[in-house]
């Protein structure tokens, strides 16, 4: 089973990285962008005898995510 866990940085939280790919879009005359933020994206491959929603709840909380800065979000992609 295939999970695609999505990782972004709280509403509210500083995002330098964000602003510095925003700048470097306006300087390549992107204008029109008016705000960028950046997230990461991981996928992970877990055998069929595992509750996914147990497992990657857990990996979050134990590893993958800062929940005091991100949240997350995660879905079982097709195969």
Sequence with gaps: MKIRLI???KEGVLDPQGKAVMNSLKVLGFANVSDVR???VIDI???G???PKETV???CRKLLVNPVIEAYEWYV???
Excluded: A, I, R
Aim: glycine share 6%.
């Design 49 to 51: 005898s595992v509750d």
């Design 77 to 79: 992609m097709e195969e």
């Design 7 to 9: 990782v972004k940085l």
């Design 57 to 59: 709840d857990e990996m």
């Design 38 to 40: 950046v997230g990461k």
């Design 45 to 47: 491959t877990l055998d």
